[in-house]
């Protein structure tokens, strides 16, 4: 029986690639960043399944109801931006309080927009066979 783990099969290293130079750039911003970073690391390099690889996808950006990392992040932002939520925020003036809350409601409304999972949603779909 051949064996499945080849040279042929090994999953490349992100170094020197766009996702690596990003996540390179983003290291010790916060222990909660780093944690991200390990994860999007890990499932770049992990030998995934087809089944693995199509579940992933719809967790990162590929859920039609908007129930994935993506929409995740959008509610962060606007959950940092909020002074309700931050109360770091409340040591700006006000205008300055009312435009960043404005800019992550933003931000969320723009990562939930179902449209933005299509693609993602597509590749999950050729990956079903």
């Known amino acids: 029986m051949t064996s499945v783990h080849t040279a042929s099969t090994t999953v490349p290293a992100v170094d020197d690639t766009e996702l690596g130079g990003v996540l390179e750039d983003t290291a010790g911003?916060?222990?909660g960043i780093d944690l991200i970073r390990d994860g999007i690391q890990l499932l770049a390099t992990s030998?995934?399944?087809v089944d693995?690889?199509?579940v992933v996808l719809a967790a990162l950006a590929g859920s039609p109801d908007s129930t994935d990392l993506l929409a995740a992040i959008g509610l962060l932002?606007?959950?940092l931006t909020d002074t309700d939520?931050?109360?770091a925020i409340r040591s700006l003036d006000l205008a300055a309080q009312k435009t960043a809350q404005h800019q992550g409601?933003?931000?969320a409304h723009n990562l939930l927009d179902p449209d933005l999972?299509?693609?993602t949603s597509e590749?999950?779909?050729a990956l079903d066979g």
């Open 29 to 31: 911003v916060h222990p």
């Open 47 to 49: 030998r995934l399944t």
């Open 52 to 54: 693995q690889t199509q």
């Open 77 to 79: 932002v606007a959950r």
């Open 85 to 87: 939520t931050n109360p």
């Open 105 to 107: 409601e933003l931000t």
């Open 117 to 119: 999972r299509n693609t």
């Open 123 to 125: 590749a999950c779909a």
